[in-house]
């Protein structure tokens, strides 16, 4: 399933990444030892001054990999299953991110990084489901994901704040892109890919700037 979202982002955004994502997966131990909790998945990003490059890693959690490995896209997808989707498509996000703006030798900043992957976690979803379901996508999938937001327990008050605002800024994008593309039951994305495309290389004011544009411009 890592793979499947990956390539998915990939194919969407045009990055040519030419990674393999099992070579960047870490498991609880190393997790651990490099401070992060392992109750959450992550991506691990430790930047080496020397020699200005990042170092990345990716933690789903062994249970999480078992529920992805048994989804079923064409039948019902349980709750608790659903939530470990969402939250794998999250992390592949942040990591596809990572590796292209290092590519283009770009810094990124955390709200930049978490708008774009709640846009990810719609899109991707919608291709996920689509490709499995002759085009179809369920019709509550953009209320499913983002109507009843909640932000972790636990979390500082600065990210929460972070991540309320990432979530508001790409639902409302996503509504766009729903009506930009729906045609009848199903969704073109390929007619919308150059807006995705554009919408992935600007910078978090570019993004916030395209956003206010479609939403309140319309």
Request: proline share 0%; glycine share 10%.
């Given at each position: 399933m890592l793979h499947a979202i990956l390539r998915h982002i990939d194919r969407v955004y045009d990055l040519e990444l030419n990674v393999d994502i099992a070579d960047f997966l870490v498991?609880?131990?190393?997790?651990?030892?490099?401070?992060?909790?392992?109750?959450?998945?992550?991506?691990?990003?430790?930047?080496?001054?020397?020699?200005?490059?990042?170092?990345?890693g990716i933690y789903i959690g062994e249970e999480a990999l078992r529920i992805l490995a048994e989804i079923d896209l064409t039948g019902t997808i349980r709750a608790e299953s659903f939530e470990v989707l969402v939250t794998a498509i999250e992390e592949v996000s942040h990591f596809a991110y990572l590796v292209f703006s290092a590519s283009e030798k770009r810094h990124v900043t955390q709200l930049e990084l978490e708008l774009q992957a709640e846009v990810d976690k719609f899109i991707t979803a919608t291709l996920l489901l689509a490709s499995?379901?002759?085009?179809?996508v369920p019709r509550d999938l953009l209320d499913r994901l983002f109507g009843d937001f909640e932000t972790r327990a636990g979390l500082d008050a600065d990210t929460r704040q972070r991540y309320a605002a990432a979530a508001s800024m790409a639902s409302r994008y996503c509504a766009y892109v729903v009506r930009a593309s729906m045609a009848r039951e199903s969704m073109d994305i390929d007619a919308l890919l150059p807006e995705l495309r554009s919408f992935y290389r600007l910078t978090q004011r570019?993004?916030?700037?395209?956003?206010?544009?479609v939403v309140y411009a319309a």
């Open positions: 498991n609880a131990d190393t997790c651990s030892r490099l401070g992060q909790d392992i109750r959450h998945a992550s991506v691990l990003v430790r930047e080496t001054a020397e020699a200005d490059e990042l170092e990345l499995r379901n002759q085009g179809r570019g993004k916030i700037g395209r956003i206010h544009n």
